[in-house]
């Protein structure tokens, strides 16, 4: 049996879009030769709607696009992720489905069983699990169907947890003994990025596949939908371990292969440098994001530093040049380089620049709130002014000429709250607000890969937010080499203060120090744009504490 994995992005809730897409794919795997071609867990409706699974209205144009997709499709066989009513009254309404579709309707349905709930997940507030497994019968092949989280119930992914059932096992204990066809697992996902997780999905299902010595294939989502970058990297294995088909990473794909042949060579997996995915998911997800908000051009501030330096790069990948549009907004803390540096970056990129004067702005604020302030010594509030008045230029200059304002604080800043309430925290996306500043830097130097984009001063300069005269991030917080092993271990390990102070050598009231500033700042994450998730723990829903709290680090 020939079967194609058609690699979509699809966008949440585009109906319409999702079903061309679908009939497309088909029917250029039709004719590369495909017997049955697999979709994308959910891929008519995208995933994941979330509370739009709660919408009668959803669920049933949702349904009537299988249905649509069912009839279309009639000259072929299709495996295809949908939502459909559950019709079991639990209180959970809807049910997330593998739906094969044979000579014009939908001959089977493989509902997803282990619905995952950790991190961004939260598929047990919508869905009713499986209740069993089924192997179905396609041209007299066996085959077993399973749906995302169904295939992950691994070791290997979850060190300490394990759900109680294994829907793999209980499909491999029904396969016909009697049949000499190849056993065939396929997994429909909707698996999303993470550094490492291209190597950690590939290492389980190589296993999977020698376990059960069955073909393995995944077909997974590509594309950006707010937060959740999927990579796509949708693969097929051997009942060796061996790759046999694999597709690109973050672009729609489709690639096929035979279950039957097995003189193809097994090609390894392809090694992935995750920088270079880091950046090509950076990429992706802010595209999506913009262009499924119906936007096409972005705003950045460039104050010359690192941080503005590598969204406009990576804006300017994501949009062209000719829709990127760079402003800088010096102050009189503002060092004479800054303005060049931010000039020669736009250039370097064939950004347009423009440069707007906040000091007679900010003169007109002090001298408002000289009556009330007067008496008092400058400091934050005077500092703060600086950021919120570019904020609101950079808002301004979006309703006028539609262009979403792009944020560019990194995730150490976020994690420790040292960026500005209504100020620098602007705008409709949090690029780079899962990347640590020592990992910026890592990516900036992979933008200079061939020609220096970003220029060498913005790299090297002390990291500042230059809102009075001479200051450095250092005044405020321990270098980045320090400060980032804690937050990576606090903020995504969960680590103690006293278990990172020992494993890192570092003295245990500065850990301490670090981490109230975390805990402190929750406010402002949570008043925060949506963050692109680059790593296992982003901030975003994925990592939820409450505020007001009084908590011993
Ligand atoms: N629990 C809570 N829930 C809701 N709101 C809460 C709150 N606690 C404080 N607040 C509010 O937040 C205010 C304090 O926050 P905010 O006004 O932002 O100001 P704040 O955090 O005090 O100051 C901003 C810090 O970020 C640094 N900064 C600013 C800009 C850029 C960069 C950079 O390097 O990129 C760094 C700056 O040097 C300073 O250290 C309080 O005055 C209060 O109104
Ligand atoms: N002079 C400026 N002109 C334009 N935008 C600015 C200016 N200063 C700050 N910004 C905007 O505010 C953000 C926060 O900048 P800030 O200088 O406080 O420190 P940062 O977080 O280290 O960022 P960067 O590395 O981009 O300077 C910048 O990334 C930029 O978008
Ligand atoms: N959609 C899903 O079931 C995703 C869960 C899976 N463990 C993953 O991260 O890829």
Known sequence: MKIALAQINPTIGDFSGNLKKILDFTRRAVDAGADLTVFPELAVCGYLPADFLEKDVFIARASETLAKIAEQTAYTSVLCGAVLPSGVITGKHVRNVAALLTEGRVSFLQQKMLLPFYDVFDEQRYFEPAQQ??????????????????AWNDKLYWPRRFYPVDPVGELMKKWPQQSDAPRIILNISASPYWKEKRQVRSEMLAALACRHHAVVAMC??????????????????????CVIAQAKSFEEDLVLF????????????????????????????????????????VLVGLSGGIDSALVAAIATEAFG???????????EFSSSHSVEDARALAQNLGIRFELLAIREIYDQFTKVLHPLFQGT???????????????????????KFGAL?????????????????????????????DVAKTSVYELSRYVNREREIIPVATIEKPPSAELRPGQLDTDSLPPYDILDPILEAYVERYESAEQI??????????????LRLVERSEYKRQQAAPVLKVTRKSFGNGRRFPIAVKVQV
């Open 133 to 150: 497994q089924t192997i179905v019968t396609l041209k007299g092949q066996p085959i077993a169907i399973t749906v995302c989280e169904d």
């Open 220 to 241: 997974n989502q590509v594309g950006g939908n707010d937060s959740l970058l999927f990579d796509g990297t949708s693969i097929a294995f051997d009942p060796e371990g």
């Open 258 to 297: 035979d279950t039957a042949d097995r003189s193809t060579p097994c090609v390894p997996v392809a090694q992935d440098d995750e920088v270079a995915g880091a950046w090509q998911a950076l990429v992706m997800g802010t595209r999506d994001y913009v262009r499924k908000c119906g936007f096409s051009k």
């Open 321 to 331: 040049a000719d829709n990127v549009i760079g402003i800088g907004m010096p102050s």
């Open 377 to 399: 010594s400058f400091g934050l509030a005077e500092e703060n002014i600086q950021p919120r008045i570019r904020g609101t230029l950079l808002m301004a200059l979006s309703n």
């Open 405 to 433: 304002v792009l944020t560019t604080g990194n995730k150490s800043e976020m994690a420790v709250g040292y960026c500005t309430l209504y100020g620098d925290m602007v705008g409709g996306l949090a690029v780079i607000g």
């Open 501 to 514: 102070a020992r494993t890192q050598g570092v003295d245990r009231s500065l850990v301490e120090q670090v």
